[in-house]
């Protein structure tokens, strides 16, 4: 590109202030450079410098969008990273209930064939661990799916008492 040179010129005051009413700020400058290239290389070149500003004004538009995609891509990936976290631990949280489930049904086995089901019951324990609750709260549970079979099912015996309960008089009623 070649040196740049100075121009000034006189023109009427009004003409001035009307021009600067109209255009926006530079945008006179900008005219007088364009006009002066039409007069001294025709107007091809000015098109053709007036088009390339406008291909490097596009192509930087372009890397601004592609930045902010990029940036969108990223969020996303985050999204769907935090996603498959979370239904991770959703699973998990489901086979523990399935597997405290279980327990619960497997519990109700053994009152039903006459067990005894108490707070410091092993089972009853293991139960309470996978539920994330306290044993108090297994037997309780257990209470209420089954509410037929009698308080003495769910306390520990004494030591002279029988281990089992009477589930036969259970079944009698």
Avoid at 49 to 77: M, Q, T
Wanted: proline residues 3%.
């Amino acid at each position: 590109m070649s040196d740049k040179s100075q121009i000034n010129f006189t023109v009427d005051s009004d003409a001035k202030d009307a021009v600067k009413k109209r255009l926006a700020h530079g945008e006179l400058t900008e005219r007088l450079r364009t006009c002066v290239k039409e007069i001294a290389y025709g107007t091809d070149v000015t098109e053709r410098e007036r088009l390339k500003d406008k291909l490097s004004a596009l192509r930087e538009e372009k890397r601004d969008i592609e930045h902010k995609i990029d940036v969108l891509k990223h969020e996303r990936d985050e999204k769907e990273r935090e996603i498959e976290r979370i239904e991770q631990r959703l699973d998990t949280l489901m086979d523990q209930d399935g597997e405290f489930d279980g327990y619960l049904q497997a519990l109700e086995e053994d009152l039903h064939s006459g067990k005894r089901v108490f707070v410091n019951h092993g089972k009853v324990e293991r139960a309470a661990e996978i539920g994330g609750c306290e044993p108090n709260e297994v037997v309780e549970a257990l209470q209420e799916r089954n509410p037929e079979i009698p308080e003495e099912a769910f306390r520990e015996p004494h030591p002279h008492e029988n281990p089992k309960w009477d589930a036969k008089q259970m079944a009698s009623r």
